[in-house]
């Protein structure tokens, strides 16, 4: 009852900041009739709006629907998929701006500012010359499709729903979706199986990671985009968040595919892609009914997601512990000499005149009886731990950056003479280069269990992680090459670390630091 009281909340909390956003606009913007005055603003969905000669307006936005001036305008003129005309009459003292209709100026109309249309024709007499820029993009050709979607938008978005059966050019876009899905699931058979295992077993679970993936990604784009060095990790972000929701949305339809003809999780590639075209008709036939289609979208990206994101960690995790798991038990094993067989009985001799007495044989400690050496620590103990992931480290990298980019704007920025970004390079500098001398470390890396060492398990000294902190711009300045290296390189060395002899290792979490 918690999770549906806190979604309850949270859907009440998105109505009420809607209505209030709502009111906000009705409050600026301004709908009249009759004549116009200065100081008024005009706005038109979906109907004509003519501003006869003699008349005033601020400014005029109409959305589908034709314009006509010929009084003055003191502000800008914007249509949006709908055509305009200015007449001899017509003064606009702003620019005008049109999207996806055409224009038709007549001999004698005034733009004092800037022109510009985006996919329309435009009709201009040969005098006619704005007052700044004038920019023209696309054709007419341009314009007719961007005004085939407008149906879509009436009949479809505003109805709540994705599907309007009655357009023709939507079917293509769900044929193209229909093959990608399918293209998917083949090429990513078993990374799509275990996120409809994650749907299947954790529903709510991943119902909520991935509500919260959506809602950190927006903040930890900003805080990254903050720095020059945080710029070149936010491409891999939000490409890692797109292939996670569209790799999830394939799983969803699986899932539904496997609930609907009974198939379980050990289902051969035919029986997935059956099931994945069974699951992608389903949805779209919910898309196609008003109000739900815009909730059964937005429900499935958020399950996708959080399934994908999952099934992720949880691969990690298993990932990590046989390999940890598998070093300990076998290190005392290499090291302790392996049980010698015990010894024949000996046989007797017999011999004249002489006696022998037969030797009991001793029995050889067994294995278990062994003390094992003890664990290898210090420097050598740091050198043999098992290298950082690529992942581990970026996650490491994202938390310092946006620790050091809140501790500038919180405390620094206004103190600093200089621009920010050469102060927030700086600060970044000195921010690793200190904790890598001091600790061998970062706070990103206490997080994340790493370690900076020497190849043969030194720590880092003050000179090394200064040339370390330099080589690191040298593996960011070719768009972050360098740093991708480690997901090619045996030893998951990026090229600062080949420089400087060093390596990132996992360390357990109890390792002293």
């Known amino acids: 009852m918690n999770l549906f009281r806190k979604l309850a909340l949270a859907a009440t909390l998105s109505v009420i900041a809607w209505i209030s956003v709502a009111l906000v606009v009705a409050q600026n913007v301004r709908i009249d009739g009759g004549p116009f005055f200065h100081g008024r603003q005009v706005f038109r969905l979906w109907q004509n709006f003519d501003l006869r000669a003699g008349e005033t307006a601020q400014d005029v936005v109409v959305v589908s629907g034709s314009t006509t001036i010929s009084g003055r305008v003191e502000g800008d003129v914007v249509a949006v998929l709908g055509p305009v005309r200015l007449e001899p009459t017509a003064d606009v003292r702003g620019s005008v701006i049109v999207v996806g209709g055409d ?55 505003l109805w ?75 491409p891999f972000v939000l490409c890692a968040v797109f292939v996670a929701w569209i790799t999830g949305k394939v799983a969803v339809s699986r899932w539904i595919g496997r609930t609907i003809l009974g198939y379980g999780p050990d289902d051969t590639r035919q029986q997935a892609l059956l099931a994945v075209v069974v699951g992608f008709a389903s949805i779209c036939l919910l898309y196609a009914v008003p109000i739900v289609g815009l909730v059964t979208w937005a429900l499935v990206g958020v399950l996708g997601l959080g399934a994908a994101s999952l099934t992720v960690m949880s691969a990690l995790r298993r990932e990590r512990g046989p390999r940890r798991k598998a070093r300990k038990d076998s290190a005392p094993a290499e090291d302790a000499a392996p049980p010698l067989p015990p010894l024949p009985a000996a046989a007797p001799l017999e011999h004249p005149g002489m006696a022998f007495v037969q030797a009991e044989p001793q029995a050889m400690p067994a294995a278990a009886d062994v003390e094992p050496p003890p664990p290898i620590s210090g420097a050598a103990g740091l050198a043999l731990m098992t290298r950082a992931s690529f992942l581990d480290r970026v996650v490491a990298g994202v938390l310092d950056i946006a620790f050091v980019v809140f501790l500038f704007n919180a405390f620094l920025d206004r103190y600093l003479l200089v621009s920010d970004v050469e102060a927030q390079f700086v600060l970044l500098f000195a921010y690793f280069v200190t904790f890598w001398a001091w600790k061998g470390t970062t706070l990103g890396g206490i997080v994340c269990n790493l370690r900076v060492t020497r190849l043969n398990g030194a720590p880092l000294a003050g000179a ?33 670390d080949t420089i400087t002899g060093t390596c990132v290792v996992k360390v357990p979490r109890d390792y002293p630091l």
């Open 103 to 157: 224009v038709t100026v007549v001999e004698g109309a005034k733009v004092e500012r800037d022109f510009m249309v985006f996919g329309g024709a435009s009709t201009l007499p040969p005098s006619f010359y704005p007052g700044h820029e004038h920019i023209e993009i696309g054709n007419a050709w341009m314009g007719a499709q961007l005004r085939a979607v407008v149906p879509w938008v009436t009949y479809g978005l």
């Open 160 to 234: 709540g729903r994705l599907i309007v059966v009655s357009i023709g050019w939507v079917w293509w876009f769900v044929a193209i979706a229909l093959i990608l899905t399918m293209a998917i699931n083949l090429m990513l058979h078993s990374a799509v199986g275990h996120s409809a295992d994650t749907l299947a077993a954790r529903p709510a679970s991943a119902f909520m990671t991935g509500l919260l993936m959506l809602l950190l990604t927006g903040p930890v784009t900003l805080l990254l985009g903050a720095t020059i060095i945080g710029l070149a990790i936010v």
């Open 464 to 496: 090394d992680a200064v040339v370390r902190g330099l080589a690191s711009i040298f593996s960011f300045v070719p768009f972050g090459l360098g740093f991708l290296w480690i997901l090619r390189d045996p030893n998951q060395q990026a090229w600062h």
